[in-house]
């Protein structure tokens, strides 16, 4: 060994006898340091050390699952020959992966346990706030389909109560149909009533195909005798209830995420196996209203429910856009609503006539409205006074006031509807209450632009409203659901304690 400060200079065999290993964060030219021993420092003990070989900078050593690997050194080995140690990363670990994931499992489960622990299920009466709006929203409906409809009754040579009479009598079915809803336990519809619901929506959209009975362009509704159904609107509350279902059944494969594809098949493409039959059915009864609010309620639903926003906006919304470009095509009377909406220079007395007269009035009912029953341009100047256009009767006769009222009584349902939702006990019932709710506001909020002229007449009924036996029993029906939810609900001890104390004094 040579004594000259320390200093040895390494023979060729070192690295095959083990006694020199690659140095730790050394640079060029720079002493490195290691402590094993080769035969001419035996005994010395004291550390060896050597002059880096080449003056090449050394490289940091990695360790990865367990293993050292040295990381771009060279040597020469006994053959003489040099001999390179390359770096090769290594694939990570899909145990890694998985032991993440359930720890990130074990959080939600430890966060969700602790706040079931702080809460007591109360089952109880139905959400009397709900209840009173429902009812506020009904009555007022039944009173504007009376002044709204009676022009137009007598228009026609029929008796001036003749469409309110028959409002009356849907709102009597439905009201029994949202009573019997509400008192059945919402667990007896989750058991078979997706199923059902769907199915059927399903064969009578394919039945109006071939036997339905068309006004004007479209072909929506089946006849039976003095009453008529529109399958449509049981799709708007079928595709929530199937969607609530899957998303249950398949909620820690929505969770899991795995890789691509599975995130697609059981984000995207499994519900939208159930979306995509009903948009398309709908789509080829040329109710194109009806196959946005279909597929928008959806999508609202699929993403409260936790399924990948990306992939579900990026793959629905192409499908979406290609469906709605190839209907327009197909459709030219389509394609003219929207051309005309976006052209100032259309006939205002032709073409744009029944919005343009829905906007009349709108502006004629000022702050105060004109009064009940005042209204001027019900009489054959608003066309469908009594169904899409009685957003328009009731602010000409209620004003400015009663339109921000109106406003105002619908945000309440919403607000009401997802409070009722934010207390379900479980996933399917969360999902329910959430999608009825959308669909309730969705409708009435696309109904108040198209008579506002916000966006093109595309013939949206405004629910509790406009006049209709279909869609008025199935809307009763879907707040006796709602209804039925809302008997379940959650308290938080330390409150139930706050009122027996309170009680107790």
């Not at 195909?209 to 362009?217: A, M, P, R, T």
């Not at 001027?376 to 169904?387: I, N």
């Not at 009222?405 to 399917?428: E, H, K, M, N």
């Not at 999902?431 to 506002?452: D, K, P, R, Y």
Request: overall charge positive.
């Amino acid at each position: 060994m040579n004594n000259n400060g320390g200093r040895a200079r390494r023979r060729p065999d070192d690295v095959s006898r083990g006694g020199v290993t690659p140095s730790v964060g050394t640079a060029s030219g720079q002493m490195r340091q290691t402590y094993g021993r080769s035969p001419s420092s035996k005994g010395s003990g004291r550390p060896r050390t050597t002059e880096s070989s080449n003056n090449q900078p050394s490289r940091p050593q990695s360790r990865r699952n367990g293993s050292r690997t040295d990381v771009g050194t060279s040597a020469r080995g006994s053959s003489g020959q040099m001999r390179r140690f390359r770096y090769t990363p290594a694939p990570r670990s899909q145990a890694l992966v998985d032991i993440k994931r359930e720890e990130r499992r074990l959080r939600e489960a430890e966060k969700e346990r602790k706040w079931q622990e702080d809460i007591v299920r109360v089952k109880g009466g139905v959400d009397k706030i709900m209840l009173a709006i429902i009812l506020v929203l009904v009555c007022l409906g039944s009173i504007m389909v009376f002044s709204a409809s009676y022009p137009v009754a007598v228009a026609e040579g029929k008796d001036s109560l003749y469409y309110v009479g028959r409002q009356i009598r849907f709102v009597a079915i439905g009201s029994a149909f949202m009573l019997a809803a509400s008192l059945f336990p919402y667990k007896w519809y989750k058991k078979w009533g997706p199923f059902v619901a769907y199915g059927v929506s399903v064969l009578l959209l394919i039945a109006v195909l071939f036997i339905g009975k068309s006004e004007g362009e479209a072909k929506r509704w089946i006849g039976f005798g003095g009453f008529t159904i529109q399958p449509s609107e049981l799709m708007k509350v079928s595709i929530v209830l199937i969607l609530a279902w899957y998303v249950e059944k398949f909620k820690p494969q929505i969770d899991a995420r795995l890789d691509r594809w599975h995130t697609i098949k059981y984000n995207v493409v499994g519900p939208g196996i159930f979306v995509g039959i009903a948009c398309v059915l709908i789509l080829l009864e040329k109710h194109l209203s009806g196959t946005i609010i279909t597929g928008l309620v959806a999508l609202a639903v699929m993403f409260v429910g936790g399924c990948h926003f990306g992939w579900t906006a990026l793959i629905f919304g192409i499908c979406g856009a290609a469906a709605g470009g190839l209907f327009l095509i197909a459709n030219p009377y389509a394609l003219k609503r929207i051309t005309t909406f976006t052209d100032d220079n259309a006939d205002k007395l032709d073409e744009l006539y029944q919005t343009t007269q829905g906007i009349y009035a709108i502006g004629s009912g000022g702050l105060w409205g004109l009064g009940f029953g005042q209204s001027r341009q019900k009489y054959s100047y608003v066309s469908a006074a009594h169904t899409d256009f009685i957003f328009s009767i009731w602010c000409e006769e209620m004003g400015f006031i009663g339109g921000i009222f109106l406003v105002a009584l619908f945000i309440a349902f919403v607000w009401r509807g997802y409070v009722i939702a934010s207390r379900a006990p479980d996933t399917f019932s969360m999902l329910t209450a959430f999608g009825i709710t959308t669909h309730v506001g969705l409708q009435a909020f696309l109904n108040m632009c198209v008579a506002s002229d916000i966006i093109p007449n595309t013939g949206i009924s405004l629910p509790f409203f406009s006049y209709g036996g279909s869609s008025l029993i199935v809307l009763l029906a879907e707040m006796g659901l709602l209804l039925s939810i809302s008997r379940q609900y959650y308290r938080k001890k330390g409150d139930l304690d706050r009122e027996k104390l309170m009680k107790d004094v």
